[in-house]
């Protein structure tokens, strides 16, 4: 049987990594084979094209970034996503396409047509079987970013408030706009509060697999 692809999305410090591997944990005691996997990153070629992007060091324009992204996800989806996936395993993933259109799209000034094209080209247009958005208060992602972060957030987290909330914005619309796709999620309040909600949004996408 085909596994299951499932991405977490969200602004910064809504506890996408937390909520990935708390799900991943739940989906092994249930019996299933997990991948867990993040964007940029999960294979060395994109892990070194992380390093490239979320660096200070290069001030790359929203193109080159929206390209890169596009680069590291093309290597992950052809040697991690799709053949775990086809294997029968569920793979959990800390951000995907819909993290670039939030941002390079929202606030880097380019068409989501655009993003979507390369998406096409680097990974066939491959789509999650269920995207969990995060949301929470301004006010509480603010706080959670400073405690985790303090001054050493990176070039992306580091950007303007009001950058964060925009990108915060284009997330809602995406959700409104695929509502059989997004699972969005209410991310405040304890890890274990928000892990059961996404265990009750995810109940029929696991009853396919009983």
Same mark, same amino acid.
């Given at each position: 049987?085909?596994?299951?692809?499932?991405?977490?999305?969200?602004?910064?410090?809504?506890?996408?990594?937390?909520?990935?591997?708390?799900?991943?944990?739940?989906? =092994?005691?249930?019996?299933?084979?997990?991948?867990?996997?993040?964007? *940029?990153?999960?294979? *060395?070629? &994109?892990? +070194?094209?992380?390093?490239?992007?979320?660096?200070?060091?290069?001030?790359?324009?929203? =193109?080159?970034?929206?390209?890169?992204?596009? &680069? &590291?996800? +093309?290597?992950?989806? +052809?040697?991690?996503?799709? *053949?775990?996936?086809?294997?029968? &395993?569920?793979?959990?993933?800390?951000?995907?396409?819909?993290?670039?259109?939030?941002?390079?799209?929202?606030?880097?000034?380019?068409?989501? +047509?655009?993003?979507?094209?390369?998406?096409?080209?680097?990974?066939?247009?491959?789509? *999650?079987?269920?995207?969990?958005?995060?949301?929470?208060?301004?006010?509480?992602?603010?706080?959670?970013?400073?405690?985790?972060?303090?001054?050493?957030?990176?070039?992306?987290?580091?950007?303007? $408030?009001?950058?964060?909330?925009?990108?915060?914005?284009?997330?809602?619309?995406?959700?409104?706009?695929?509502?059989?796709?997004?699972?969005?999620?209410?991310?405040?309040?304890?890890?274990?509060? $928000?892990?059961?909600?996404?265990?009750?949004?995810?109940?029929?996408?696991?009853?396919?697999?009983?």
């Amino acid at each position: 049987m085909r596994g299951r692809f499932i991405t977490l999305e969200g602004g910064e410090g809504v506890g996408k990594s937390t909520q990935a591997a708390m799900l991943s944990d739940t989906l =092994r005691q249930r019996g299933f084979e997990v991948r867990l996997t993040r964007e *940029p990153g999960g294979t *060395p070629g &994109a892990e +070194a094209i992380r390093a490239l992007l979320l660096g200070k060091d290069i001030d790359w324009g929203a =193109r080159a970034e929206c390209l890169l992204f596009a &680069a &590291a996800r +093309a290597d992950h989806v +052809a040697n991690v996503i799709v *053949p775990a996936v086809e294997g029968g &395993a569920w793979v959990v993933c800390d951000r995907f396409l819909d993290s670039s259109r939030a941002y390079q799209g929202g606030q880097g000034g380019l068409e989501d +047509a655009d993003i979507l094209a390369a998406h096409t080209i680097g990974s066939n247009a491959l789509l *999650p079987d269920s995207s969990i958005l995060l949301q929470a208060s301004e006010d509480a992602l603010i706080e959670r970013l400073h405690a985790r972060d303090g001054d050493n957030s990176d070039r992306i987290g580091g950007r303007p $408030v009001n950058y964060h909330r925009k990108v915060a914005a284009r997330f809602q619309n995406f959700a409104e706009q695929e509502p059989e796709r997004f699972l969005r999620i209410h991310a405040e309040g304890t890890p274990d509060d $928000v892990h059961q909600r996404i265990m009750q949004g995810l109940a029929p996408l696991l009853d396919t697999h009983k």
